[in-house]
C-alpha cells in the first residue's frame, strides 16, 4: 500500500531549528508538499518538491531524495506561532489526483 | 499567489436546511477541486474529487445525493448539504490544484452546525 510515516511529536525552544521527517512506501508520485494547520484551522501550505533537493521558503525549507524515499520540513529560527501540526503528502500518479497525507507531526515550540 | 477562498467561514442553521458552500480560486485556473471533511482531533477526510465540467467523484461511503458537488468553471466549485442533520456538522475544506504536478491549495474551510 502507500503510507507516509512522520513522527508524531516534536518540542523545540524558541529560536532553534527543527527538522520533521517524512518516509515514505509508495510507488510514482508527482511531488512532495508539506501543510502547517493550527488547531482549528485550514491546512496552509508551505513547501512543494517536484524534484529530489531543497527548496526555501523564508524561513521553511523542504528536501526531497526519492531514492532513499525520504523527504523533510526544516523549520528555522522557531517562533510560538510555529506550534501546530505539520502533515508531509503526497499525489500518487494513480490516484487521480488524490493527496495522500501523513499522520502529521504535532510541533510545540516553547519559550 | 495560488489563493483559493472559501464562503461562507461559518453556518449555523436548522435541521432540514440546504447548505451551500463556494470554493473559488483567485490567482490560478483550478482544473480539479477537492472536498473534505474533517472532525474534531482528527485527520482530513476526502470527500469528493470535481474536475471543471464533468462529474464529481466521490469517495466511498459518501453519499452523492446528500453532498451535491458542482464545477462548473475552472475558478468554482460548490457544495451542497441538502437536507442538513445534526450528524452532518462538521468542518468542510476545499482544496484547488491547477496541473497534476502542482501542490494543492486549501480554502480556510467552513464549519457547519446544523441545530
Known amino acids: 500500500g502507500q503510507s507516509l510515516e512522520q513522527p508524531s511529536e516534536v518540542t523545540a525552544v524558541e529560536g532553534a531549528i527543527v527538522q520533521i521527517n517524512c518516509t515514505y512506501q509508495?510507488?510514482?508520485?508527482?511531488?512532495l508538499s508539506w501543510y502547517q494547520q493550527h488547531d482549528g484551522g485550514a491546512p496552509t501550505f508551505l513547501s512543494y518538491?517536484?524534484?529530489?533537493g531543497l527548496e526555501e521558503t523564508g524561513r521553511f525549507s523542504s528536501f526531497l531524495s526519492r531514492s532513499d524515499s525520504y523527504g523533510y520540513l526544516l523549520l528555522q529560527e522557531l517562533q510560538m506561532k510555529d506550534s501546530a501540526s505539520y502533515f508531509c503528502?503526497?499525489?500518487?500518479?494513480?490516484?487521480?489526483?488524490?493527496?495522500?497525507f501523513g499522520q502529521g507531526t504535532e510541533l510545540s515550540v516553547k519559550p | 499567489g495560488a489563493v483559493v477562498s472559501q464562503h461562507p467561514s461559518w453556518v449555523i442553521c436548522k435541521s432540514g436546511t440546504s447548505v451551500k458552500i463556494e470554493c473559488r480560486s483567485l490567482?490560478?485556473?483550478?482544473?480539479?477541486m477537492f472536498w473534505y471533511r474533517q472532525f474534531p482531533k482528527q485527520s482530513l477526510m476526502l470527500m469528493a474529487t470535481?474536475?471543471?465540467?464533468?462529474?464529481?467523484?466521490?469517495e466511498q461511503g459518501v453519499e452523492k445525493d446528500k453532498f451535491l458537488i458542482n464545477h462548473a468553471s475552472l475558478t468554482l466549485s460548490t457544495l451542497t448539504v441538502t437536507s442538513a442533520h445534526p450528524e452532518d456538522s462538521s468542518f468542510y475544506i476545499c482544496?484547488?490544484?491547477?496541473?497534476?504536478?502542482?501542490?494543492?491549495?486549501f480554502g480556510d474551510g467552513t464549519r457547519l452546525s446544523i441545530l
Open positions: 482544496s484547488a490544484r491547477n496541473r497534476k504536478d502542482q501542490p494543492q491549495h
Open positions: 509508495t510507488s510514482g508520485f508527482y511531488g
Open positions: 518538491n517536484a524534484l529530489d
Open positions: 503528502a503526497v499525489s500518487p500518479w494513480n490516484q487521480g489526483g488524490k493527496l495522500i
Open positions: 490567482d490560478f485556473q483550478a482544473t480539479t
Open positions: 470535481s474536475n471543471e465540467g464533468s462529474k464529481a467523484t466521490y
